[in-house]
């Protein structure tokens, strides 16, 4: 038996024949009753379950960024799963079951303010990892005072370094200094930048691949 919400126009919660009602964060859902599966692991679903593994692996240490990357594209749903949704549509290569992620086209931040100029990563002795780019806080919609976001992701032990509120956009450089760990491994290493308040990002950046020394 289902229970209507809110009078007649409403949703409902509960069943009526094949149809089940609810909500989520505060919106009426309505879905068909799952039917039967005959072949659980067809080949449509073992290649949608190796895709969404892929990326799940990719974007689970970064969670805490992503909250921040995605959050204005975040509308009834979390980050992370905003950036799911971009990455299982435009950065997901290779055939199954050999997934990858394409660094180049991934986005860990998403929005309008205009992006870094020719950013480049040189990896230094202890650690050290060197962002430059150059200041374009005279481009339309870009600011002097805007704040550099960094990530350096490592694949390999699924962690990351993340900056938040970095230096400014005129500065053109800021130095992350990574655990001993990650000292051998290659690296991914991304930029995007934030007004002063937060409210605004760029897109994100992927600048290169390198080796921690």
Do not use: H
């Not at 435009?90 to 079951?97: D, E, F, L, M, Q």
């Amino acid at each position: 038996m289902a229970v209507i919400l809110n009078g007649i126009t409403g949703g409902f919660s509960g069943k009526v024949g094949n149809i089940i009602g609810g909500s989520w964060k505060g919106i009426d859902y309505m879905r068909s009753r799952a039917t039967s599966i005959s072949q659980p692991n067809s080949p449509a679903q073992l290649d949608q379950r190796a895709r969404f593994g892929t990326v799940g692996k990719f974007l689970r240490p970064l969670i805490p960024f992503l909250r921040i990357g995605f959050k204005n594209q975040a509308v009834n749903m979390s980050g992370y799963n905003a950036a799911m949704a971009y990455t299982l549509e435009n950065a997901v290569t290779g055939v199954y079951p050999a997934y990858e992620i394409d660094y180049a086209t991934a986005l860990i931040s998403q929005g309008a303010l205009p992006e870094a100029l020719n950013p480049a990563v040189v990896s230094l002795a202890g650690g050290q990892i060197s962002y430059t780019w150059e200041d374009n806080s005279e481009d339309a919609g870009a600011l002097p005072d805007d704040k550099v976001m960094l990530v350096v992701y490592n694949a390999a032990k699924k962690k990351s370094v993340n900056v938040v509120g970095g230096n400014s956009r005129t500065s053109g450089a800021q130095t992350i200094i990574l655990p001993e760990s990650f000292v051998g491994d290659e690296v991914q290493c991304f930029i995007a930048f934030q007004n002063a308040n937060g409210s605004v990002l760029s897109n994100s950046q992927f600048v290169i691949n390198l080796n921690v020394l």
